[in-house]
């Protein structure tokens, strides 16, 4: 069982940054790859960004490209998104989820774990 704790949310002004930060427990969590999903208000749920479990495969969505950045910490089962240059298209709730899949692809079958989520809200 891997249990997953996002924090990191918060209120920002649009241009602004903040970090998302999710905490991994479980036996092998650092085997898994993870991601981050969003859901902002009266849409689907939509990948932004997965990474390998080694670290050094990422993938990111089209709109997120440049601007956001996933790493992990496998001594400490941390996994975090830097998000620069925040819009405020960017405001959802976020996710982290973890699975034990080959390839870190954004889309595919579901994710087997994921966090409660923490909101972020970019205003203009």
């Known amino acids: 069982q891997v249990q997953l704790v996002e924090s990191g949310g918060g209120l920002v002004q649009a241009g602004g940054s903040l970090r998302l930060s999710c905490a991994a427990s479980?036996?092998?969590?650092?085997?898994?790859?993870m991601a981050w999903f969003r859901q902002a208000p009266g849409k689907d749920r939509e990948p932004v960004a997965t990474?390998?479990?080694?670290?050094?495969?990422?993938y990111y969505t089209d709109s997120v490209k440049g601007r956001f950045t996933i790493s992990r910490n496998n001594a400490r089962n941390m996994v975090y998104m830097q998000m620069n240059s925040l819009k405020p298209e960017d405001t959802a709730v976020y996710y982290c989820a973890a699975d034990r899949r080959s390839t870190p692809t954004l889309y595919g079958a579901a994710w087997q774990y994921w966090g409660q989520g923490t909101q972020v809200t970019v205003s203009s």
């Open positions: 990474i390998s479990w080694t670290g050094d495969t990422t």
């Open positions: 479980g036996r092998f969590v650092s085997t898994y790859v």
